[in-house]
């Protein structure tokens, strides 16, 4: 079965950096343009960044836009997020997300955050 397994998260002070990871399993990741998006407590599901299959093609939102940095290695079938500058406002749960559609721009991907498979997340605490 496909399974998405995200590693990485955990907690970090204002001002540092994360890498996630997201390991997939059981699906031609090749074929899915992959993305993070993230839910902190209380609030909605919100849309962080997405990759083109290729990994040619990507979005952010603006609240991370010139901090973080979406990869792909479709060799190993994974998906990263870099975060740098982190900020007490990016404490979530992250989940990584297979989608057969892409998207180029974050509004589309509010809109629609529906995805084909989701990872079961990782916590980001970062703090003050």
């Known amino acids: 079965q496909v399974q998405l397994v995200e590693s990485g998260g955990g907690l970090v002070q204002a001002g540092g950096s994360l890498r996630l990871s997201c390991a997939a399993s059981?699906?031609?990741?090749?074929?899915?343009?992959m993305g993070w998006f993230r839910q902190a407590p209380g609030k909605e599901r919100e849309f962080v960044a997405a990759i083109s299959r290729s990994g040619g093609s990507t979005v952010y939102a603006d609240s991370v836009k010139g901090r973080f940095t979406i990869s792909r290695d479709n060799t190993k079938s994974t998906v990263h997020l870099q975060m740098n500058s982190l900020k007490p406002e990016d404490t979530a749960v992250y989940y990584c997300?297979?989608?057969?559609?892409?998207?180029?721009?974050?509004?589309?991907?509010?809109?629609?955050?529906?995805?084909?498979?989701w990872g079961q997340g990782t916590q980001v605490t970062v703090s003050s």
């Open positions: 059981g699906l031609s990741f090749s074929t899915y343009h």
């Open positions: 997300a297979a989608k057969k559609t892409y998207y180029t721009s974050s509004y589309s991907y509010t809109r629609d955050q529906d995805s084909d498979y």
